[in-house]
């Protein structure tokens, strides 16, 4: 056509001659035969352009409707970079249920996968859009259902594959982030182990080279109540740690999360060991105290006691039976009182001894002294008690003694004086005074034997 189209000038000039030499009739019938040919040769050149007009026309839109080399390259490679990550197996990975917990080193490595996969894709995306672009407008053109519908189908496949892993990357690498954040956090549990362990340390420590000393072992009690509020605290975290093991459980691979189930048992183990070892080692501390407080309390309420028992001693001087009676019952109710605290007494001066051979300091010497203090108080207190009630005793015993020899001797002077009136005023035969002589001289014997 662009070769017809180069010859319109010569036409034009040819069609300008033809009509000169007509106007001239030189020849009729020569002309008539030029004009003739002239509109024969103009009516099949016409012919011949529009023949080549409507071929060029088909051929164009056969053009149209055939997609590009370029296009069909873009499509091939883009196909080829889709199956060579379906080959390489990561959209199978992308498109697993999940992500399984791995050691954080391998999520990692996953994660840094994703994001060189993520790359690559956005080297093609000029190419996918070019694809996409270009293969709509085919889709357009093409009024050949079987051919517009196959490449339909295979835009849309590539669309599809496309959108697919551009989401489940984003999604999973998301995923993968969040993991090996729940895994940072769930090293705490080693840094928690390691708390622990220096805490078993410290609590054996502080279990050591106390000796008793009431100052050490306040000191130490006030840092294991200390110690015991901070464990205390501890305790909401092992929880939250427990429930994020669960969580990781559920999402890691049995291997690794049978190694985390392990760690999780070993410090839980050591958790509890710690917490019933302060427990057990505040309660000897409370106890040791609380013996000290016990034999401190015992020491003051002899003190008090023996000062009490002391005022009731009795100063008044006996100046009769009744009062010797009276004074007599008072030193008994006083030894009685006495009595029944002497084993008690030997009780606190076994614990008082037990303490002072196992500790050690000024408190030990104060306890020592209070203990010195104690006994001679003890000491001086029973022994006037016990000596004044003894002597209190022997005159009771005695006086009891002389009323039963007076009221032997009155009776027997009753009986002499009886026996004296009885003698006969008349008088008798020697026989019968000898044998009242003898009566009379018995009685006197008896009452000088008294």
Do not use: C
């Amino acid at each position: 056509m662009k070769s017809m189209k180069s010859h319109d000038e010569r036409i034009r000039k040819i069609l300008e001659k033809a009509k000169e030499l007509s106007e001239n009739q030189v020849a009729v019938t020569e002309t008539s035969n030029m004009d003739t040919d002239v509109k024969t040769f103009l009516t099949k050149w016409e012919n011949l352009y529009a023949t080549l007009s409507e071929r060029l026309t088909e051929i164009i839109d056969v053009i149209n409707r055939t997609p590009p080399k370029k296009y069909i390259k873009a499509v091939t490679n883009l196909i080829s970079f889709i199956l060579i990550i379906t080959l390489l197996n990561v959209e199978s990975v992308l498109l697993s249920e999940h992500i399984i917990i791995l050691d954080e080193k391998i999520m990692e490595e996953q994660i840094k996968r994703f994001k060189d996969t993520k790359s690559s894709l956005k080297k093609q995306e000029e190419t996918f859009k070019y694809v996409n672009s270009t293969g709509q407008d085919l889709i357009a053109k093409i009024n050949d259902n079987s051919s517009g519908q196959r490449l339909k189908d295979e835009l849309q496949d590539v669309n599809t594959k496309w959108s697919n892993i551009l989401i489940i990357l984003e999604e999973e690498q998301q995923t993968l982030t969040k993991n090996i954040t729940i895994l940072q956090t769930f090293t705490e549990l080693f840094t928690l182990e390691s708390w622990l362990e220096k805490s078993l340390l410290y609590l054996e420590n502080l279990s050591k080279d106390i000796m008793d000393n009431v100052k050490k072992i306040e000191h130490k009690l006030e840092q294991i109540r200390l110690f015991s509020r901070k464990i205390d605290k501890t305790k909401p975290q092992l929880e939250a740690l427990r429930l994020l093991a669960n969580r990781i459980f559920e999402k890691s691979e049995p291997n690794f999360a049978s190694l985390l189930n392990s760690k999780l048992e070993v410090v839980t183990y050591k958790w509890n060991t710690i917490v019933n070892k302060a427990k057990s080692l505040n309660d000897k501390y409370k106890s040791t105290l609380k013996k000290n407080d016990n034999i401190i309390n015992s020491i003051e309420d002899f003190t008090k006691w023996l000062s009490s028992l002391e005022k009731e001693i009795p100063i008044e001087s006996i100046t009769s039976s009744v009062e010797l009676f009276q004074v007599r019952g008072r030193y008994q109710a006083l030894k009685d009182n006495i009595d029944k605290r002497v084993e008690e007494f030997r009780n606190l001066n076994k614990m008082g001894n037990d303490k002072l051979l196992s500790s050690e300091g000024s408190s030990v010497q104060e306890l020592g002294r209070r203990f010195t203090f104690l006994n001679a108080r003890w000491t001086d207190v029973t022994d006037r008690i016990y000596k004044r009630y003894r002597h209190l005793q022997n005159v009771s015993y005695e006086y009891g003694e002389f009323r039963a020899l007076v009221a032997q001797e009155s009776d027997w002077l009753y009986k002499l004086n009886k026996r004296l009136k009885k003698s006969p005023k008349t008088a008798a035969d020697a026989e019968e005074i000898l044998e009242e002589l003898d009566k009379i001289k018995s009685i006197f014997l008896k009452l000088l034997k008294t």
